[in-house]
């Protein structure tokens, strides 16, 4: 175990905190260096393909979030809207693009969350507010929320989790605020753990699945909310981790020698999108391919033959699959040859991606 791993488990138990608590359980070690060929494709099939409604008004070079609804996607996309488009047909449903500082606009989106007890849609920006938007899209009201920024927000039984505090390159990777929508009380998980590390990875810290699954900067654990609580119930050995303290002030003073370090050594420092299904966790690393945890058994499985890794978007919603978001070049390329049901194969005939710019999302459920 790496001299980093046990500071920040060492801080993390020994760190004073109100409740919901942080709880010790004794973790597995997990061996990451077991490569799998195709257990992607021998575990996985296709279960629907969503192609998004291309418009001249509704394009999207980027997706930032998704949550997964019933009927419907909740998108949060880099042109700083929030939409709604419809699983079945891919239609836009209605568009959130409300630019400014007065009632339910916003000058940056941070995240969104979904809260399924009052169906209200509820965006974080940048003004320190928390708005709360109806299914049509009509504002209905905001909270001023205190002056922390926090990196990711998630909604769960009626409590809104803000998730790592940000200050400046620096963040608290083990703090949470926790707003009871129903009470409009406060709760917190006060860590008092700095990490001063301004790289960030392409994927996502906290993913909300069948559990709660949140990843800390420089921190080799699985972490995960259960009731009031979180803990850490696994830990990975990756053999390449070398990871010095000279290297982490790199980040700063030198970022360019530290990624050649680290694409150079093949160095991990971060891993993130943790996704659990009913047989797996699924998650990724800095530097690429999909992991697949076995949870009957606690076997760690690399998929390096995985042309779509890149792909993997960890998405929120207990749908017990696992997502892909691909760009229309891309689905020319790679995507045609793909083995589904012949109802799907005919879904994928009409896509017309001459004219078709958006992205396509295509779902991927366990076999068996």
């Known amino acids: 175990m790496s001299k980093y791993t046990i500071f920040f488990l060492t801080m993390l138990l020994s760190a004073c905190s109100t409740k919901p608590t ?53 998108l949060l996309s880099d042109n700083q809207s929030v939409s709604l488009i419809d699983t079945h047909t891919g239609q836009l449903k209605m568009n959130i693009c409300k630019f400014g500082n007065g009632p339910g606009e916003s000058k940056h989106i941070i995240d969104i969350a979904f809260d399924e007890i009052s169906n209200q849609i509820l965006i974080y920006n940048d003004y320190y507010k928390l708005l709360f938007f109806n299914l049509q899209g009509k504002f209905l009201s905001e909270i001023k929320l205190e002056n922390s920024m926090y990196e990711n927000i998630t909604c769960h039984q009626g409590e809104v989790l803000f998730y790592n505090k940000i200050e400046g390159y620096s963040c608290y990777p083990y703090t ?109 690393s800095n530097q690429g391919g999909l992991y697949f945890l076995q949870k009957d058994n606690d076997i760690l499985y690399k998929d390096d033959t995985l042309l779509m890794a890149s792909d993997y978007f960890p998405h929120d919603g207990e749908d017990n699959c696992i997502l892909f978001v691909v760009s229309a070049e891309k689905w020319e390329e790679q995507y045609k040859s793909m083995d589904c049901s012949m109802e799907l194969r005919k879904k994928m005939e009409k896509l017309n991606t001459n004219e078709d710019d958006n992205p396509i999302l295509v779902f991927y459920a366990e076999v068996g």
């Not at 709880?23 to 192609?51: H, Q, W």
């Open 176 to 284: 949470f605020s926790i707003y009871n929508l129903k009470d409009k009380t406060w709760n917190r998980i006060n860590n008092d753990i700095k990490v001063n590390f301004p790289i960030r990875s392409k994927g996502r810290q906290m993913v909300r699945s069948k559990r709660i699954w949140f990843n800390a900067l420089l921190d080799y654990n699985l972490y995960c909310m259960e009731g009031n609580e979180y803990s850490f119930h696994y830990q990975l050995d990756f053999p390449t981790f070398k990871l010095s303290e000279d290297l982490i002030k790199k980040s700063t003073s030198n970022p360019m020698d530290f990624f050649t370090e680290v694409a150079k050594g093949k160095i991990v420092y971060s891993i993130n999108s943790v996704r659990e299904t009913d047989k797996h966790l699924v998650f990724r």
């Open 22 to 74: 942080v709880t010790k359980s004794d973790p597995i070690l997990l061996n990451a260096s077991t490569i799998e060929s195709n257990y992607f494709k021998n575990n996985f099939k296709v279960e629907s393909i969503i192609p998004i409604e291309t418009t001249e008004s509704f394009l999207i070079s980027e997706i930032r979030k998704i949550i997964r609804l019933k009927d419907y996607l909740l």
